[in-house]
C-alpha cells in the first residue's frame, strides 16, 4: 500500500467523459489498496473563458478578485470529480483550499505554498477516504484567496507530496510523457523514460509544456519522484527524478526548439568594467527578458561586440531603449528576428567528451550556420536561421540516436 | 444615508456588458452616499450549465459536492462585479460564505440561512467600501459549503438585510416589477406599484418567477420592505411590503394561471374518518405534491366524491399509485389533464363582498365552465378548460379593472 498524489490536468478532465474517464483510473488504483490524494486543475478552457471575462471588464482587473474568479474553476472540477467517485462507489470528499487551508505567501496571482493541514485528510484518507483537492489556489494568512500562477496545479501535486510525504506524485495528463522533441513536429521522436529533474527543466524552459517548470524545481529540491503520463492510454509514462537514479545510455536526452527569438548584435562596444550591466538595465527594467548572452574578449582591448537574444515580441523596443541608452555607446545595432533556437539537452553530457564538436559538426553537414552559441552543463543552444528548424532539429535527434 | 442591499439576478449579470451596467447602477447608488451590500446570483445560465454537467455525472450527483458545484457559480461572478466595481473606482470586495460567514442549518441544496457575522462587513461599509456577496450559499457547522436551493439569492438578500437591519432591499431583476399577470401573455396587463407580502407569494406559488417564495415569506415575518426593478430600466419598480402600508384602491391585484396542472377526481369514495389521509398518503410519500382538493359533504353520509389536482407530469404516477392503494376504495377514478388553474389574487378581498360572485359570474358571461373551486382569504382559485386559459384571464383583468 502506498499514499499517492495523483494530479489530472485541464484536458483530462475536458468534459464529462473525461471527468468519468479519470474517476476510473482513480478507482483502480483504490482498489490496489493505495491512499489516494487526487488534485485537480479547472476543465480545459475554463480558466481561459473566465480570464477572458476579466479582461473584457477591465485591462487591469482587481487582483485580489481575479483570483477569487479563477479559484471557481478548480472548485467546480474538485466537486465533479468528488460527485464522480462517490457515483461509482469511492468515498471521496473535495477540500478547497480554505477548508484544508492551504497557507501561501507572497502576492496575488503568484502566491507560493507554504504550509498545510495534513490530519484531517490523513484521518480521512486511513478510512478510506479519496480527497480531491483543487490545484493552483490557497489562502493567505489574512483569508484571501490567492492563487499559484498558471498552471500552478502541478506546484500544488507536488506540495502535497512533500507535504503529505506521498510515496509518489503522477502528472497525468494529454500526452503519455515526455518527449526527446515535439511529436508533432518531429515524427521520430521518442518518449524518454526516465529524465533527471535538470534536464526536465532545460526542456521545460525551451517549450516542453508537459510540466510547470516551478513544479519541476520544487521536486528537485525536495527529491520528490514524478511520473508523467497520459490519462488516455495505459502506456508508461516518464519518471522525473535525481540525476544518479538515472543509468544513462544516452548522452542527449532531447532536442528542442524554439521559434519566437530575436537576436541583437552590438558592434564595438567600449570593452570596459560594468558595460554589460549598463547595456541590460534598461531592459531588465522593461521587463524584456534576455535569454542567451555572447560576448568575446575584444581584440585590442578596447572594443568588442556583444551578442544577445530576446522574445521576437520585444524586438522594437529592446532596439529603441538601446538607441537611447546613454550609459553606453556601440558603433553599430544589428538586428536578425528571422533565428531559432535549438537545443540539445542531457545529463550525461558533462561525462561525455565531444558532445558540443558532435552537434556543430552535424550542422556543418547539414550546410546549417551557427550564429550563436551557449552552453550549461547539460545543455548546449546553438541560434540559427529560422528556416533551417526542422532540418537541425531531425539532423541532431538522428546524430544523437534519438530516434 | 441609508444602508442597502442590492440583488441582481443572473440576467443582470448575463455578459460582461451587463456586469459593467450593473456596476454602474451601484455606483450610482454609492455616489448618493448609501452604504451597499451587494448580492449576486450566478450568470445567466451557468447554474444549468453545472447541474447539466452533475446529471451527466450521475442522477443522484452527491448532494455536498453538488453544493460545492453550484457555488462555484455565484463565486465567478461575485469576483466579476467586485473587479468591474474596482475598475470604475468603486472600493470593493467580494465576501465569500466561508469569509463572512454565513452558517445555514439543514440539508446540503436545502439549507436555510440562520445567522452571519456583520462586524468586518459593517467595518469595510463604514470606511466606503461595496461588499458583494454570492447569493445562495452558506456554510454549515461542519464547514461544508451549502446551498439554499434554487433561487436562493432572494433569500440571501432577505436574509442580510435583516441580520445586517438595513433601511431597504432591492431586487433588481429582468422584469420591471410585477405585473397583474404574465405581461407576454395578457398585453393588458399592468406593473403593480405597490403589492402585499401575502398577494406576492399567492402570485408566486401561481407562477409568477419574479421573485422566490421563501424570500417573500421571510421579509414578511420580519417585515422587510423589498423592492423589485428592473437592470435594464429606470423606471419605479413594485415594492412588497406590509399590507397595512397599502391603501386599496383594487379589490384584486393580479390575476395568475397556470397550464400545466391535471384533475383527479374520485368517484364514490367512503365518507369516512381518515380516509382523505389514506388517499394521500401514498401521493406525499412519492413526492406528488397535491395542489388544491375539493371534497363536498356526501348526500347520503356513506359515500362521496373527491376532486384533487396535481402537476400533469404526475398524472400516471398519481392514478396508478391509487388504484394500488388498499387502504381506500372508490367506485371510479376520472382524470383530465387538458385544465388550467386561474387564480384572483388580493388582500383587499377579504373586505369587500362579492368578489368570488362576480369572478364566477364573469366566466359564466364567457360561458366558462368551472371544473372546481379554492378560496383562500386573499385568493380565490378555479380550475377551467384548458383551452379557455387565457379568455379568462382577460375577462378577470377587465372585470376587477386591472387593465
Chains 1, 2 share one sequence.
Not at 462517490?86 to 504550509?115: C, F, M, Y
Request: hydrophobic share 40%; aromatic share 4%.
Amino acid at each position: 500500500m502506498a499514499k499517492k498524489v495523483m494530479k489530472f490536468g485541464g484536458t483530462s478532465l475536458g468534459s464529462v467523459e473525461r471527468i468519468l474517464h479519470a474517476a476510473n483510473i482513480i478507482k483502480k488504483e483504490q482498489g490496489q489498496g493505495h491512499q489516494l490524494i487526487v488534485v485537480v486543475s479547472a476543465m480545459a478552457g475554463k480558466t481561459n473563458e473566465l480570464i477572458g471575462h476579466s479582461n473584457l471588464i477591465s485591462k487591469k482587473f482587481n487582483k485580489r478578485e481575479l483570483d477569487v474568479l479563477l479559484a471557481s474553476g478548480e472548485q467546480a472540477s474538485s466537486a465533479l470529480i468528488s460527485g464522480a467517485l462517490n457515483d461509482i462507489g469511492i468515498k471521496s470528499k473535495s477540500w478547497l483550499n480554505w477548508q484544508i487551508p492551504i497557507l501561501t505567501e507572497g502576492e496575488h496571482n503568484n502566491a507560493r505554498i507554504v504550509n498545510m493541514n495534513v490530519n484531517d485528510i490523513n484521518n480521512y484518507l486511513s478510512q478510506g477516504g479519496v480527497a480531491v483537492i483543487p490545484g493552483f489556489q490557497g489562502i493567505s494568512k489574512s483569508g484571501d484567496i490567492t492563487s499559484i500562477g498558471r498552471g500552478g496545479s502541478d506546484a500544488t501535486a507536488v506540495a502535497i507530496a512533500k507535504i503529505f510525504n506521498t510515496d509518489s506524485c503522477e502528472i497525468y495528463t494529454d500526452v503519455d510523457g515526455v518527449y526527446s522533441s515535439d511529436p508533432n513536429k518531429v515524427p521520430v521522436a521518442k518518449k524518454i523514460n526516465k529524465i533527471s529533474y535538470e534536464e526536465m527543466l532545460e526542456l521545460s524552459s525551451l517549450g516542453a509544456k508537459v510540466m510547470q517548470s516551478s513544479a519541476v524545481q520544487t521536486a528537485m529540491m525536495y527529491d520528490i519522484p514524478l511520473n508523467v503520463k497520459s490519462t488516455f492510454t495505459n502506456r508508461d509514462g516518464t519518471k522525473i527524478f535525481n540525476q544518479e537514479n538515472i543509468d544513462y545510455t544516452k548522452t542527449v536526452t532531447g532536442v528542442a526548439y524554439s521559434k519566437d527569438d530575436a537576436k541583437i548584435t552590438l558592434i564595438g562596444v567600449e570593452d570596459k568594467p560594468g558595460v554589460a550591466a549598463d547595456i541590460f538595465e534598461p531592459l531588465s527594467k522593461n521587463q524584456i527578458n534576455v535569454d542567451m548572452v555572447i560576448q568575446n574578449i575584444s581584440a585590442d582591448g578596447k572594443e568588442t561586440d556583444l551578442t544577445f537574444t530576446i522574445k521576437r515580441n520585444d524586438k522594437e523596443q529592446a532596439v529603441s531603449l538601446i538607441k537611447n541608452n546613454t550609459k553606453m555607446k556601440c558603433k553599430n545595432i544589428q538586428m536578425d528576428d528571422k533565428v531559432s533556437k535549438i537545443s540539445i539537452v542531457g545529463a550525461g553530457m558533462v561525462a561525455t567528451p565531444g558532445v558540443t564538436y558532435k552537434m556543430f559538426r552535424s550542422l556543418a553537414e547539414e550546410k546549417i550556420n551557427i550564429l550563436a552559441i551557449s552552453t550549461s552543463e547539460i545543455k548546449v543552444s546553438v541560434i540559427i536561421n529560422e528556416n533551417n528548424t526542422m532540418e537541425a532539429v531531425r539532423k541532431l535527434h538522428k546524430t544523437f540516436n534519438l530516434d
